[in-house]
């Protein structure tokens, strides 16, 4: 005889899962009480990382039913959603989430909707790395410095490649400047660049 089963989720301690217990409840679902899972942690958790997901996991078996009211509930990001899906379908378990209409996303039609959701996922992270590269360049075309600003002042800088010339060591000119030795060597390696 197949379980149904709730998992709701919130990301702060001053929020609470009611709102999405009623909200399956007013759908048609009756689910015991036992059976409700809540949890408060961040979306941006993997949902494999989720302590009381975790818990639910071991305790689905195969024909239970999992319903979440929307699909962040179960993981971080479209990919992450998917593969909590397919980890559940694996186990015989099916997904239903009310915001796409109760569908079972074990069904075919969840499938396919599933594969919509992460196509569309894939294009908009794609697009952020399209436009992050495209920002990037622009501020280097305007002659913005990208990265972390030096440890030392271009004085220091300068007098740093000089003691270097002289023989000083990176470590010593780390300590005598109160900084890291790679720093000392970035600077060394800049003054190689632009003199080779």
């Not at 009623?22 to 009756?30: N, T």
């Not at 996303?105 to 894939?122: F, H, R, W």
């Not at 010339?165 to 190689?192: C, H, P, W």
Request: net charge positive; glycine share 8%; with cysteine.
């Amino acid at each position: 005889m197949s379980r149904t089963f709730i998992y709701a989720r919130v990301s702060t301690i001053d929020q609470n899962t009611d709102n999405q217990i009623l909200e399956i409840e007013a759908a048609g679902f009756s689910v015991n009480q036992r059976r409700i899972v809540a949890e408060s942690i961040s979306g941006s958790v993997a949902a494999s990382e989720r302590p009381e997901f975790s818990k639910l996991l071991d305790r689905l078996e195969p024909g239970d039913v999992l319903i979440v009211t929307k699909l962040d509930r179960l993981g971080r990001n479209a990919m992450d959603v998917r593969s909590t899906v397919e980890r559940l379908a694996a186990d015989g378990v099916r997904v239903h989430c009310l915001a796409l209409g109760g569908v079972d996303l074990t069904s075919a039609g969840g499938k396919m909707t599933m594969a919509v959701l992460t196509a569309v996922a894939e294009f908009e992270r794609d697009l952020l790395i399209e436009r992050t590269h495209a920002g990037i360049a622009r501020a280097r075309a305007e002659g913005k410095v990208m990265g972390r600003p030096s440890a030392l002042t271009k004085v220091q800088q300068t007098e740093a490649i000089r003691r270097l010339a002289e023989g000083v060591s990176v470590s010593q000119l780390a300590r005598d400047y109160n900084t890291t030795r790679q720093s000392i060597m970035r600077v060394r390696d800049k003054a190689l660049q632009n003199h080779g």
